[in-house]
């Protein structure tokens, strides 16, 4: 069974850092491209980054670009996104998703960004 | 970047009815698009993949076709557990990007 789970929100003040992991298990990790996805309260679904089976590769969405960056470690079965300079609109549930056409979810971490 | 629109952007049903829901990009995909269901407090799942192909485990009265700019998703015979918000994603471009969803509720 594949099993993602998030870890790492919490509240942060505007300007502030923070890095959420997301550790996977049930499937061959170190081939599988990885992503991140984000749902503001109320709001839907924004697609914010993915990361290649290696590492090698990212992208993200623009309104992320410059502030986050997503990273893995294949012997720990982890992929992390470092979330920097956070806004109030950065304030959602985040998600980590396998692949690229996100085939399964972790439950989500959530990131409150107030002061 | 490609846009996603989705219509309607909600609708109310009945047990029993026939919903479609059209997703409609900016530029062509192919058939790089799939579906999702997300219910209240819940996790996002995935339906539906490259446009057309049900994800194991979900139930058949779900399909999706289309190709290129237009798509859609079919509930053949809405049942209560159907209620929910809809969303595409399509993953041919990036930065990928998902439709606006379309709620689904009881009428």
């Known amino acids: 069974e594949v099993r993602l789970l998030e870890s790492g929100g919490g509240l942060v003040q505007p300007g502030g850092s923070l890095r959420l992991s997301c550790t996977a298990s049930g499937f061959t990790f170190s081939i599988s491209a990885m992503s991140w996805v984000r749902q503001s309260p109320g709001k839907g679904l924004e697609w914010i980054s993915v990361?290649?089976?290696?590492?090698?590769?990212?992208y993200y969405a623009d309104s992320v670009k410059g502030r986050f960056t997503v990273s893995r470690d294949n012997s720990k079965n982890t992929v992390y996104v470092q979330m920097n300079s956070l806004r109030g609109e950065d304030t959602a549930i985040y998600y980590c998703a396998r692949d690229m056409e996100l085939s399964s979810w972790g439950q989500g971490t959530l990131v409150t960004v107030s002061s | 970047d490609i846009q996603m629109t989705q219509s309607p952007s909600a609708m109310s049903a009945s047990v029993g009815d026939r919903v479609i829901i059209t997703c409609r990009a900016s530029?062509?995909?192919?058939?790089?698009l799939a579906w999702f269901q997300q219910k209240p407090g819940k996790v996002p799942k995935r339906l539906i993949y490259s446009s057309s192909n049900l994800q194991s485990g979900v139930p058949s009265r779900f399909s999706g076709s289309g190709s290129g700019t237009e798509f859609t998703l079919t509930i053949s015979s809405l049942q209560p557990e159907d209620f929910a918000t809809y969303y595409c994603?399509?993953?041919?471009?990036?930065?990928?990007?998902f439709g606006p969803g379309t709620k689904v509720d009881i009428k």
């Open positions: 990361i290649s089976y290696s590492g090698a590769n990212s």
């Open positions: 530029q062509g995909i192919s058939n790089s």
């Open positions: 994603l399509q993953h041919t471009s990036y930065p990928f990007t």
